[in-house]
């Protein structure tokens, strides 16, 4: 099994930056792609950002030129860093990470959701 821990959401200002974390554990081969989604109540599960190992990254365009993702494989571990945050941000955020476990088998998991909320 792989379990995603996130960390780092809660209350910010219109205008601030939160950082969120997310860490992978369990039977992990390799990991390929790190990515945050988010979701508002009544609203989908969106992209936010996500990264490949070959250095690819995506970006929705409502966060371009705001949030930056990081990723770090020697730690299994992904980074959001959220800057001039809007109330259009609140939203619960998911980490998501695909790879393939110690049995060669393709992983594709979730986090469990970090809230964040921008108050205006």
């Known amino acids: 099994q792989v379990q995603l821990v996130e960390s780092g959401g809660g209350s910010v200002q219109a205008g601030g930056s939160l950082r969120l974390s997310c860490t992978a554990s369990?039977?992990?081969?390799?990991?390929?792609?790190m990515g945050w989604y988010r979701q508002a109540p009544g609203n989908q599960r969106e992209l936010v950002a996500n990264?490949?190992?070959?250095?690819?990254?995506n970006y929705a365009d409502s966060v371009k030129g705001r949030f930056i993702l990081s990723r770090d494989y020697a730690e299994n571990t992904v980074y959001v860093q959220m800057n001039s945050l809007s109330p259009e941000d609140t939203s619960t955020y998911y980490c998501?990470?695909?790879?393939?476990?110690?049995?060669?088998?393709?992983?594709?998991?979730w986090g469990q959701g970090t809230q964040v909320t921008v108050a205006s």
């Open positions: 998501n990470m695909k790879g393939i476990n110690t049995w060669g088998l393709q992983f594709d998991t």
């Open positions: 990264g490949t190992r070959h250095g690819t990254t």
């Open positions: 369990g039977s992990i081969r390799s990991i390929d792609d």
